[in-house]
């Protein structure tokens, strides 16, 4: 840890980083010239399968093989998405590489679209990026001058287009599939799968969907090498076989109740307590910690007592969480009320849900509906076992749903309450001493404030 030195983020604080004579000075593009000019595009798949690079997106799928699901034989044209949404709260990884070291992007994604074939790359990006925007389209306006993008990229045949889309930042357009409805101008619904989109995808033809931070660590394993990907991080677990290790730096967003709040670099396998104490200062205010999210609030919750999980793909698990996602950890102290925690929750996914599935245009509103109506003094001991029969019973997890947007928004309240279920309970015999044990159907539109008709 001590002498882990970043490389995704080398361009941070360098001036003028972002810009292509930056990137070259510090040995940019190299890589991709040697590769266009020595490898075949099946090489570069196996270099990236052989890295063990998971998807930084959320899901951690292999990369490599993710890219060989596309059909061998397929004349044309393939394309490549890239997901710059970035909607998941407490996630800004991808807004800092974007906005510091746009070409170490660009280079992971002409390297990625050579390996897939691909002849047209689209950067879907959410509109509250102005910055992000702006800098990347600096960047591919030089790299198309000096000659990494367009037609026959530095005599090697090879040919690259790259736009940049903005989409309407709606958390839904995160999931692939909704991004490439939105691609093509429709509503951001989810598709039922199969087929997959590396069979049919955007505008039906065979398509991949990566993550902006995914390109950066494909350009760092072209320029230093397997065997120093796979040195950083957490072995394969042997006793494990679904298990295929989390290699590599990762990204980490720190915000919450710390001293120093940031996006900061360290091999996967980092704990919450190490993220916090060495990196964020401490909890702010000389307060305790109470829990924390560990990869955005789509993951659930850790008590103070799990701050000891590793943050690779499979710590967050361990401890009832649905994984690493982005690895946005925020922390909350010991003033925050878990009550509160989940009503923004619950307010988020009810807003977010694009309302296609029935279980999750129902769950979450219900939810919310549900939670208003505890922080108001009308809860009762059972809501606590109603929110957890919708937390469990929607999700793409359970089969209930499309896609997993309705498991982002169970794993809040399965955690929440499980883990601080006597603070819950405690809450509502204070508030609703008269009506806390009443178990017959209560009338919640009339008591939801704003929300009433």
Same mark, same amino acid.
């Given at each position: 840890?001590?002498?882990?030195?970043p490389?995704?983020?080398?361009? &941070?604080?360098?001036?003028n980083?972002?810009?292509?004579?930056?990137?070259?000075?510090?040995?940019?593009?190299?890589?991709?010239?040697?590769?266009?000019?020595?490898? %075949?595009?099946?090489?570069?798949?196996?270099?990236?399968?052989?890295?063990?690079?998971?998807?930084?997106?959320?899901?951690?799928?292999?990369?490599?093989?993710?890219?060989?699901?596309?059909?061998?034989?397929?004349?044309?044209?393939?394309?490549?998405?890239?997901?710059?949404?970035?909607?998941?709260?407490?996630?800004?990884?991808?807004?800092?590489?974007?906005?510091?070291?746009?070409?170490?992007?660009?280079?992971?994604?002409?390297?990625?679209?050579?390996?897939?074939?691909?002849?047209?790359?689209?950067?879907?990006?959410?509109?509250?990026?102005?910055?992000?925007?702006?800098?990347?389209?600096?960047?591919?306006?030089?790299?198309?001058?000096?000659?990494?993008?367009?037609?026959?990229?530095?005599g090697?045949?090879?040919?690259?287009?790259?736009?940049?889309?903005?989409?309407?930042?709606?958390?839904?357009?995160?999931?692939?599939?909704?991004?490439?409805?939105?691609?093509?101008?429709?509503?951001?619904?989810?598709?039922?799968?199969?087929?997959?989109?590396?069979?049919?995808?955007?505008?039906?033809?065979?398509?991949?969907?990566?993550?902006?931070?995914?390109?950066?660590?494909?350009?760092?394993?072209?320029?230093? #090498? &397997?065997?120093w990907?796979?040195?950083?991080?957490?072995?394969?677990?042997?006793?494990?076989?679904?298990?295929?290790?989390?290699?590599?730096?990762?990204?980490?967003?720190?915000? #919450?109740? &710390?001293?120093?709040?940031?996006?900061?670099?360290?091999?996967?396998?980092?704990?919450?307590?190490?993220?916090?104490?060495?990196?964020?200062?401490?909890?702010?205010?000389?307060?305790?910690?109470?829990?924390?999210?560990p990869? #955005?609030?789509?993951?659930?919750?850790?008590?103070?007592?799990?701050?000891?999980?590793?943050?690779?793909?499979?710590?967050?698990?361990?401890?009832?969480?649905?994984?690493?996602?982005?690895?946005?950890?925020?922390?909350?102290?010991?003033?925050?009320?878990?009550?509160?925690?989940?009503?923004?929750?619950?307010?988020?996914?009810?807003?977010?849900?694009?309302?296609?599935?029935?279980?999750?245009?129902e769950?979450?509103?219900?939810?919310?509906?549900?939670?208003?109506?505890?922080?108001?003094?009308?809860?009762?001991?059972?809501?606590?076992?109603?929110?957890?029969?919708?937390?469990?019973?929607?999700?793409?997890?359970?089969?209930?749903?499309?896609?997993?947007?309705?498991?982002?928004?169970?794993?809040?309240?399965?955690?929440?309450?499980k %883990?601080?279920? #006597?603070?819950?309970?405690?809450f509502?015999?204070?508030?609703?001493?008269?009506?806390?044990?009443?178990?017959?159907?209560?009338?919640?539109?009339a008591?939801?404030?704003?929300?009433?008709?």
């Open positions: 840890m001590e002498t882990f030195q490389v995704l983020l080398e361009a &941070v604080g360098v001036p980083g972002h810009t292509l004579a930056s990137y070259l000075a510090r040995g940019g593009y190299a890589p991709l010239k040697r590769l266009l000019a020595e490898k %075949k595009p099946a090489d570069v798949v196996e270099l990236v399968k052989a890295s063990g690079l998971r998807g930084r997106g959320g899901a951690g799928f292999s990369t490599g093989l993710k890219w060989t699901f596309l059909p061998k034989d397929h004349t044309g044209p393939i394309y490549l998405c890239i997901n710059a949404d970035e909607s998941e709260p407490g996630t800004f990884n991808n807004r800092i590489l974007m906005e510091d070291d746009p070409h170490q992007v660009i280079e992971g994604i002409i390297l990625s679209a050579f390996a897939t074939r691909a002849s047209t790359a689209y950067i879907y990006l959410r509109y509250e990026y102005p910055r992000s925007w702006d800098r990347l389209q600096a960047a591919i306006d030089e790299a198309y001058a000096a000659g990494y993008l367009g037609p026959n990229i530095q090697s045949g090879f040919s690259l287009d790259i736009y940049l889309h903005r989409g309407a930042a709606a958390s839904i357009c995160g999931e692939e599939t909704g991004l490439i409805e939105s691609l093509e101008g429709k509503r951001a619904w989810p598709r039922i799968k199969p087929p997959f989109p590396a069979v049919e995808g955007l505008f039906k033809q065979p398509t991949v969907v990566n993550n902006i931070e995914t390109m950066a660590c494909v350009a760092q394993i072209a320029r230093r #090498g &397997v065997e990907f796979r040195s950083i991080g957490v072995p394969a677990d042997p006793k494990n076989p679904r298990d295929p290790g989390s290699y590599g730096p990762k990204l980490y967003c720190l915000s #919450g109740h &710390v001293e120093k709040p940031g996006c900061y670099e360290a091999p996967l396998g980092i704990t919450v307590r190490e993220l916090v104490d060495h990196f964020g200062g401490g909890v702010w205010k000389g307060r305790r910690a109470k829990a924390a999210i990869g #955005g609030i789509s993951m659930g919750l850790l008590t103070e007592a799990e701050f000891d999980t590793p943050l690779d793909f499979s710590g967050p698990s361990k401890v009832g969480c649905l994984g690493l996602g982005t690895a946005a950890v925020v922390v909350l102290d010991e003033t925050v009320s878990m009550i509160d925690f989940l009503h923004n929750s619950c307010r988020f996914f009810a807003h977010e849900s694009c309302g296609q599935c029935t279980p999750c245009r769950g979450t509103s219900w939810s919310l509906r549900m939670l208003e109506r505890i922080k108001q003094g009308k809860g009762r001991l059972i809501d606590l076992d109603l929110l957890l029969e919708i937390g469990n019973t929607m999700g793409m997890m359970p089969g209930s749903t499309i896609c997993g947007l309705a498991d982002g928004a169970a794993w809040p309240i399965k955690n929440a309450i %883990k601080f279920h #006597g603070e819950f309970a405690d509502i015999r204070r508030t609703n001493p008269d009506g806390w044990m009443v178990t017959e159907p209560v009338p919640a539109l008591i939801l404030g704003s929300h009433a008709s």
